[in-house]
T-cell receptor, first 113, second 114 residues
């Protein structure tokens, strides 16, 4: 079955460390997205990529980085510059433009210890 | 600026009762509109979407939503809720034909009373 796989489901990070969250899709979707979810805040866009080797900053890109070397993969790195990284991170993909909505992964919960 | 507002943070409904979750949007033109549902610790699942045409759209799990241009609203309804409907519900909007991301509301937490 096609879908989006995020790993790991839970991730713990020490302050000052970089961590990378994985997002893989086998839906042949062109566009991929990373959202951050905090309680009571809804979803906020971190980065998105409409095609391979190209990506754009979203509303809260500071302290994050991404790459899009393959159509199937869109990893997110949470750097030490991100002041408050503890959150639930959701990856999504779609094809055909915003009109079609997203397919979401099941998320990664990152906790800074 | 584009925005989506869900006025109700929490809603409590008795099992078997009807449900309406409110959503208002602010966009330059009529956006594409969506409702998603999220169970705890999970991703979001698409319930329904509106592009154009008939303003009453049907979705999965017995949900429907009505687009009202004059009120800039896209409220979600269900005639009779089940305990399994307890979840977080998000309204979202996107504009044009691009793929530069959806704008989400902050969500409404639905609690079902037995």
């Amino acid at each position: 079955d096609g879908g989006i796989t995020q790993s790991p489901k839970y991730l713990f990070r020490k302050e000052g460390q970089n961590v990378t969250l994985s997002c893989e899709q086998n839906l042949n979707h062109d566009a991929m997205y990373w959202y951050r979810q905090d309680p009571g805040q809804g979803l906020r866009l971190i980065y998105y990529s409409q095609i391979v080797n190209d990506f754009q900053k979203g509303d809260i890109a500071e302290g994050y980085s991404v790459s899009r070397e393959k159509k199937e993969s869109f990893p997110l790195t949470v750097t030490s510059a991100q002041k408050n990284p503890t959150a639930f991170y959701l990856c999504a993909s779609q094809t055909g433009g915003d009109a079609y909505g997203y397919t979401f992964g099941s998320g990664t919960r990152l906790t800074v210890v | 600026a584009q925005s989506v507002t869900q006025p109700d943070i929490h809603i409590t409904v008795s099992e078997g009762a009807s449900l309406e979750l409110r959503c208002n949007y602010s966009y330059g033109a009529t956006p594409y509109l969506f409702w998603y549902v999220q169970s705890p610790g999970q991703g979001l699942q698409l319930l329904l979407k509106y592009f154009s045409g008939d303003t009453l759209v049907q979705g999965i799990k017995g949900f429907e939503a009505e687009f009202k241009r004059s009120q800039s609203s896209f409220n979600l309804r269900k005639p009779s809720v089940h305990w399994s409907d307890a979840a977080e519900y998000f309204c979202a909007a996107g504009g044009g034909g691009g793929a530069d991301g959806l704008t989400f509301g902050k969500g409404t937490h639905l609690i079902i009373q037995p």
